[in-house]
């Protein structure tokens, strides 16, 4: 670990807060803008470092994106976006207790000496793409069931103005053109990638699943590094069990960690919930666990789990959906699926 330095960097929408280790020690921290002429000066700056440096910072979403490509885009350098969830309880068992820039920027870079080194693998541009589109019409998603449910409210009384009326329904004709401009645009992105194509296609095989759900889910999916194992696709979705259980005296229920993209588990849930009202094996499957005493909702998140064990395997070989090889055990003939 000696013949690497470590720096942390704590990203905001203006400045990066940049903190370098070298042999345990920490040096004082500079700032940096969040422009592109500051993301060449710091990269000046790390060189000057040693020639071998790992760099760490939080996956915050848009304004630490360009930074983090930049430096891995050097080979001089090692990035790694750690999970913020992470740092936050690395954080404390450094006792940490003030948060400021430049205490952030410290912990990162004692959290990539201390913890398991995770080289950050970026996304394609296209992929990177369709991720931010299937984002937005989730949002516009979200704002319209607003709209409409004050919609409704106003169509409750008689002394609702009709221009009250009028202006929401142009609001959501507005937001369901926008929707449909960022599909078809989100469309040409992945016609114009071989592999993003392909594995569309495959998700539309997927039970559950049309073409709205199959951007959501490749949105996220895209994200994945290319060499995860399916355990750490479950991790990645926040599906892996959490148990908190100590002697006699603690014994919590189990339950998911959540400590993942809540994109993708979003993405999940509304397949998961088709496919367990509406496909044979998954439904066998859901009303299985219902009967060994699971409740609706534990029941529902193992149908959202098997489906992305399943996508996996469509990924990997390449092969569309096929219920027998995901639910061996309750899978019902073809005639009968069909």
């Known amino acids: 670990m000696d013949k690497y330095a470590m720096c942390g960097i704590d990203v905001s929408a203006k400045q990066l807060v940049v903190v370098v280790q070298r042999e345990g020690r920490n040096q004082p921290a500079r700032s940096f803008a969040n422009s592109r002429q500051g993301h060449k000066e710091l990269k000046r700056y790390l060189a000057g470092a040693g020639s071998r440096l790992r760099v760490c910072l939080e996956s915050t979403g848009l304004y630490g994106l360009d930074v983090a490509l930049f430096l891995h885009a050097d080979t001089r350098f090692e990035v790694m976006v750690a999970n913020p969830r992470a740092v936050k309880n690395f954080a404390q068992a450094l006792l940490e207790r003030s948060k400021r820039d430049p205490i952030d920027a410290r912990v990162l870079a004692e959290y990539a000496a201390r913890m398991p080194f995770q080289a950050w693998q970026p996304p394609s541009p296209a992929a990177l793409s369709v991720t931010a589109l299937a984002r937005r019409m989730h949002a516009l998603t979200e704002s ?3 709209e409409k449910n004050r919609l409704h409210a106003l169509s409750a009384t008689a002394t609702t103005l009709k221009v009250l009326v009028a202006d929401l329904k142009r609001s959501l004709q507005s937001m369901a053109q926008a929707q449909a ?8 992105i992945i016609a114009a990638d071989a592999l993003l194509e392909r594995r569309f296609r495959l998700l ?16 996220e999916l895209a994200l994945v590094p290319v060499d995860a194992e399916v355990r750490q696709w479950v991790a990645y979705a926040g599906l892996d069990p959490c148990e908190c259980t100590s002697g006699s005296s603690l014994a919590k229920r189990p339950r998911i960690s959540k400590v ?3 994109h993708l588990r979003r993405a999940l849930y509304m397949p998961a919930l088709t496919a367990a ?3 044979p094996a998954f439904g066998s499957y859901y009303r299985a666990l219902q009967e060994r005493g699971k409740c609706k909702m534990v029941a529902l998140v193992a149908v959202m789990r098997k489906l992305l064990h399943a996508v996996f395997g469509m990924f990997k070989h390449d092969a569309l959906f096929d219920g027998a090889r995901v639910c061996p055990s309750l899978a019902v003939p073809t005639s009968v699926a069909a």
């Open 144 to 146: 319209a069931t607003r």
């Open 181 to 188: 401009r960022l599909a078809r645009e989100a469309r040409k």
């Open 204 to 219: 539309l095989s997927l039970p559950g699943v049309g073409q709205t759900s199959a951007l959501q889910l490749l949105g």
């Open 260 to 262: 993942g993209n809540r």
């Open 277 to 279: 009202h509406h496909h």
